[in-house]
């Protein structure tokens, strides 16, 4: 059974930043990409980055790039995502999830509860 439990969320300053991590169990992790996806209030959950199977490619939406990152352990079962200089657009649940190819299939049906990032002043 697929789990995916994302390390709990938290309240930032704008400019903050927060580095939380995705504990992986139920799949063998190495054969998969691994994924971060936000839904903000009254939107649509979006991908906003993801890392191939050993850690070698990654890939960001283009509001991200520079400020966030994410990378793996494999030997660990865990992602991990950084993220700085948070935004109030920032704001949302983040989940984690996996899927075969790095960006452009279907990841598990599978979610985890998701953290609540929340930027404010």
């Known amino acids: 059974q697929v789990q995916l439990v994302e390390s709990g969320g938290g309240v930032v300053q704008p400019g903050g930043s927060l580095k939380r991590s995705c504990q992986a169990s139920?799949?063998?992790?190495?054969?998969?990409?691994m994924r971060w996806y936000r839904q903000a209030p009254q939107k649509v959950r979006e991908l906003v980055a993801a890392?191939?199977?050993?850690?070698?490619?990654?890939k960001y939406i283009d509001s991200v790039k520079g400020r966030f990152t994410i990378s793996r352990d494999n030997d660990k079962n865990t992602a991990t995502r950084q993220l700085n200089s948070l935004q109030s657009e920032d704001a949302a649940v983040y989940y984690c999830?996996?899927?075969?190819?790095?960006?452009?299939?279907?990841?598990?049906?599978?979610w985890g509860q998701g953290a609540q990032v929340t930027v404010s002043s």
């Open positions: 999830n996996a899927g075969p190819t790095i960006w452009g299939t279907a990841p598990f049906d599978s």
């Open positions: 139920g799949f063998t992790l190495d054969d998969y990409a």
């Open positions: 890392i191939g199977r050993t850690g070698g490619t990654t």
